[in-house]
């Protein structure tokens, strides 16, 4: 089965950094594009970046660019979100996502299996 | 960036119904649209993938349909574990946005 765990998520104040993690099993990792989706409380669902197999295709949404990085380490089968610069906006539980795959209609980007979740919360 | 607009946001339904959920992108996205499922508390599932495709192990009474602007996902003979917030996702282009979910009640 897939499985993917997320960790890091914490209470910051602005313009502090945080470093999300995910831990991914059950597949072939270094075969998958692999996202960062987030919701805010009580809200919808918000796509945040994504990263190829091979790190060589990096995507954000404009509100993030510049500020998140996204980064993978197929070894670990894990990816990471590196969070600088916060803001109050940013606050929201955030998924790590396993794309459907290349083959598919909009299958880079069909999110397939998620996580759990970690919470980051942005409050001065 | 492509709008995604879904309608209704919120529905009255009983065990047995017909529910139909529907989409509508601001620009032409062709098939490129997944529609998920989230209960409370927990994540968002996969339903619908390329406008119709079923996801393995999602029931058969899950349908989607559309192309174009336009989508629509359908649950026939609604059941007790089908009562959750439903949302589509074009997948064609930029960001790949949400609709604003439908909560089906």
């Known amino acids: 089965d897939v499985q993917l765990v997320e960790s890091g998520g914490d209470s910051k104040q602005p313009g502090g950094s945080l470093r999300l993690s995910c831990r991914a099993s059950g597949f072939k990792f270094d075969d998958y594009m692999l996202h960062w989706v987030r919701q805010a409380p009580g809200k919808g669902l918000e796509w945040v970046a994504g990263?190829?197999?091979?790190?060589?295709?990096?995507v954000y949404r404009d509100s993030v660019e510049g500020r998140f990085t996204i980064s993978r380490d197929n070894a670990e089968s894990s990816i990471f979100l590196q969070m600088d610069s916060l803001r109050p906006d940013d606050t929201g539980l955030y998924y790590c996502a396993k794309a459907l795959g290349a083959g598919f209609v909009g299958g880079t980007y069909t999110f397939q299996a998620w996580g759990q979740g970690t919470l980051v919360t942005v409050s001065s | 960036d492509i709008q995604v607009t879904q309608s209704p946001s919120s529905l009255s339904a009983v065990v047995g119904d017909r529910v139909t959920i529907t989409c509508r992108t601001s620009q032409s996205v062709t098939l490129y649209v997944s529609w998920y499922q989230q209960k409370p508390g927990k994540a968002p599932q996969l339903l619908i993938y390329s406008a119709s495709r079923l996801q393995s192990g999602v029931p058969s009474r899950f349908s989607g349909s559309g192309s174009g602007t336009d989508f629509s996902l359908t649950i026939t003979d609604l059941q007790a574990e089908d009562f959750a917030t439903y949302y589509c996702?074009?997948?064609?282009?930029?960001?790949?946005?949400f609709g604003q979910g439908t909560k089906v009640e």
């Open positions: 996702q074009q997948t064609w282009n930029g960001p790949r946005t």
């Open positions: 990263i190829n197999a091979k790190s060589d295709f990096i």
